[in-house]
């Protein structure tokens, strides 16, 4: 009788547990709302850019500098120069067509020096544009070949010995550079005696000429202002 009791108690009593258990669950959390999408900012537009020429302008050629020829040097200034210029050492020579053309220009035969010395150029028939040159009373002689000079005049060279042989218009010399001594100066061929003369009465004008100069102008004076 009891067990009937308790079980019609227990029967009763189960629906009212089930009801709440069921309040004491915690509601379910809504739902979450989606966010509406944002449309992303367009792309910026690229740059235009120019399109650049591989090609770079044409340069204009520049034109080829003037060389403005030497001014002609004095004799004394000359002879000055070439006996301080070295003589090349290369033993090893071929002429160019400028050098014979020098070479035809040399006074050839004696000449007569100061302090009675006589010197004596004679051509080399073997080698064209080469001769020999011998102070009178040694037995040193000279091979000596043409070359370009700085001032102009006549210039032979030996590169074995070192020496030189100066002809200007009116006189000559022979030098040895190694031993820094001149041989023979004031050497002179009857053609160049004919110069010399002919200089002393007719003397080569000067390297500057004042009247080429400009002069210094006075300053003018400044005319007066009127005052208003």
Same mark, same amino acid.
């Given at each position: !009788?009891?067990?009937?009791?308790?079980?019609?108690? =227990?029967? $009763?009593?189960?629906?009212?547990?089930? $009801?709440?258990?069921?309040?004491?669950?915690?509601?379910?959390?809504?739902?979450?709302?989606?966010?509406?999408?944002?449309?992303?900012?367009?792309?910026?537009?690229?740059?235009?850019?120019?399109?650049?020429?591989?090609?770079?302008?044409?340069?204009?050629?520049?034109?080829?500098?003037?060389?403005?020829?030497?001014? /002609?040097?004095?004799?004394?200034?000359?002879?000055?120069?070439?006996?301080?210029?070295?003589?090349?050492?290369?033993?090893?020579?071929?002429?160019?067509?400028?050098?014979?053309?020098?070479?035809?220009?040399?006074?050839?035969?004696?000449?007569?020096?100061?302090?009675?010395?006589?010197?004596?150029?004679?051509?080399?028939?073997?080698?064209?544009? #080469? #001769?020999?040159?011998?102070?009178?009373?040694?037995?040193?002689?000279?091979? !000596?070949?043409?070359?370009?000079?700085?001032?102009?005049?006549?210039?032979?060279?030996?590169?074995?010995?070192?020496?030189?042989?100066?002809?200007?218009?009116? /006189?000559?010399?022979? !030098?040895?550079?190694?031993?820094?001594?001149?041989?023979?100066?004031?050497?002179?061929?009857?053609?160049?005696?004919?110069?010399?003369?002919?200089?002393?009465?007719?003397?080569?004008?000067?390297?500057?000429?004042?009247?080429? =100069?400009?002069?210094?102008?006075?300053?003018?004076?400044?005319?007066?202002?009127?005052?208003?």
């Amino acid at each position: !009788m009891h067990k009937l009791i308790l079980a019609t108690a =227990i029967a $009763l009593a189960a629906p009212t547990l089930a $009801l709440a258990q069921a309040d004491s669950k915690p509601a379910a959390k809504p739902a979450a709302v989606a966010k509406p999408a944002t449309a992303k900012p367009a792309a910026k537009p690229a740059a235009k850019t120019e399109a650049k020429s591989d090609s770079k302008p044409a340069t204009t050629a520049k034109a080829a500098p003037h060389h403005k020829p030497a001014p /002609k040097l004095a004799r004394t200034a000359a002879k000055a120069v070439e006996a301080v210029t070295p003589v090349d050492d290369d033993t090893s020579v071929v002429l160019s067509a400028d050098e014979l053309a020098i070479a035809e220009r040399v006074e050839v035969g004696a000449s007569k020096c100061e302090l009675g010395a006589n010197v004596v150029v004679t051509a080399d028939e073997k080698r064209p544009g #080469f #001769f020999n040159v011998q102070l009178q009373g040694q037995k040193v002689r000279y091979h !000596m070949h043409p070359v370009e000079s700085r001032t102009g005049a006549i210039r032979l060279e030996d590169p074995r010995a070192g020496a030189l042989w100066l002809q200007l218009g009116n /006189k000559s010399m022979l !030098m040895n550079q190694k031993i820094g001594e001149r041989l023979a100066d004031d050497c002179q061929t009857p053609k160049q005696v004919a110069v010399a003369e002919d200089l002393k009465s007719h003397p080569a004008p000067a390297l500057f000429d004042a009247s080429d =100069i400009p002069q210094p102008q006075a300053p003018q004076p400044k005319a007066a202002v009127k005052k208003k």
